[in-house]
C-alpha cells in the first residue's frame, strides 16, 4: 500500500483491499496472544480526533495502536479551543507542531478528512465523514465476509435500510463491487439515493425479494439524527416492511451471514434472536476492526507519500 492517506474506498484499487485483508489475517493473532504488545510503531505519534461521538471505533482504533506499540493522544473536541473559536486545520497544525505522524478523524462533514490533508503533513485516516464513506467500517466488513466465505468475488451481498444517509453502505459499495461482489440494495425509496444503480448496484424495494440466494445480508443502523422528517412514517412502519428477522432471512442461503455495523436498535433493523443467533457475526466484526487497523497502521507507516 503506497498511500499517504486512507480518505476512502473509491481512492483505493482491488489489489489495494486484498493487501490490507491480507494483512489483517497476520495482525489478527497479534490480538489473541497472551501478550497483545509488539513494537511495528514504536516511536510513532497517533491522534484520534472526533467531532461526532463514537465509542467502538475510536477505542478500536487506540487499542490498534497500542497493541502495535504507538503512543495515542485522543482530543475531546468539548473541551478543545475549537470551542474558542479555532479552525480545524489550525488545531491539527498545533497538534501536528507536537510530533504527531498520523491523524485519525470522525466529522459532521463530507470531505473534512480530505481538507485536513491537504494542509498537514502528518498522515490522514478517515474514521467516518458526513454520509460520505466509512472505509475502516467497509474493511472490516470486507474481512468479516472473507474470514468466513473464503472469498469475496461472485458473492451476493444484500445491504439493507437507510441507504441515502449512510456512509456505511457507500464504502461498502465501493470495496464489495471492486473485489468482484453483487450488490443489492433495499430499503424504502426515499432512503435510496437517486440513481445509485451506477455505482453498479441492484436495487429492490421488497426486502424478501433482495433477500433471496443471498450470501451476506447487512442491516444498517436507522440514522434518525441525519434524516428529515417525512422520509418513512413510523419505525413501527419501517420494522413492519424493511426489518430483518427469522422469516426475511429464511429466503437466504442456508449459510448466510448477517452483520450489522453498530450501534443495533434491536427490534427495529433486526429481531434479537437472529442478532444473537448463529448467522450473526456483529460481535465479530468488532473483534476483526481491531486487526484491520491494526493492519492500516502498520501498511500506512511503511509506504510511500502517493496521495
Known sequence: ??????????????????????????????????????????GKNILTLFYESSTRTRVSFELAAKYLGAT???????????????????TVRTLQSMGVDIVIMRHPMTGAPKLLA??????????????????????????????H???????????AGDILHSRVA???????????????????????PKKIEKMGVEVFQDIKKAVVDADVVMALRMQKERQESGLFPSLREYQHYFGIDEGVLSYAKPEVL????????????IT??????????????VTNGVAIRMALLYLMTRGGDKQ
Do not use: C, F
Not at 120 to 132: H, L, M, Q, R, T
Not at 150 to 159: E, F, P, Q, S
Not at 272 to 285: A, K, L, R, V, Y
Open 272 to 285: 434479537s434472536d437472529i442478532m444473537e443467533g448463529p448467522h450473526s457475526t456483529i460481535e465479530e466484526q
Open 149 to 159: 466465505k473464503g472469498r469475496i468475488k461472485d458473492l451476493k451481498v444484500v445491504i
Open 118 to 147: 491537504d494542509h498537514i503533513e502528518a498522515k490522514v485516516i478517515n474514521a467516518g465523514d458526513g454520509i460520505n464513506e466509512h472505509p475502516t467500517q467497509a474493511l472490516l466488513d470486507l474481512y468479516t465476509i472473507e474470514r
Open 72 to 90: 495515542t493522544t485522543n482530543v475531546s473536541v468539548a473541551t478543545s479551543s475549537v470551542n474558542k473559536g479555532e479552525s480545524l486545520i489550525d
Open 170 to 192: 457507500r464504502s461498502n459499495i465501493w470495496g464489495l463491487t471492486k473485489m468482484g461482489a453483487r450488490v443489492v440494495v433495499a430499503g424504502p425509496s426515499t432512503l435510496i
Open 1 to 42: 500500500m503506497n498511500y499517504k492517506n486512507l480518505l476512502g474506498l473509491r481512492d483505493l484499487s482491488a489489489e489495494e483491499i486484498q493487501e490490507i485483508l491480507t494483512t489483517a489475517h497476520l495482525m489478527r493473532p497479534v490480538m489473541e496472544s497472551p501478550n497483545k504488545k509488539i513494537t511495528y510503531l514504536m
Open 258 to 269: 448477517l452483520m450489522h455495523p453498530g450501534p443495533v436498535n434491536r427490534g427495529i433493523e
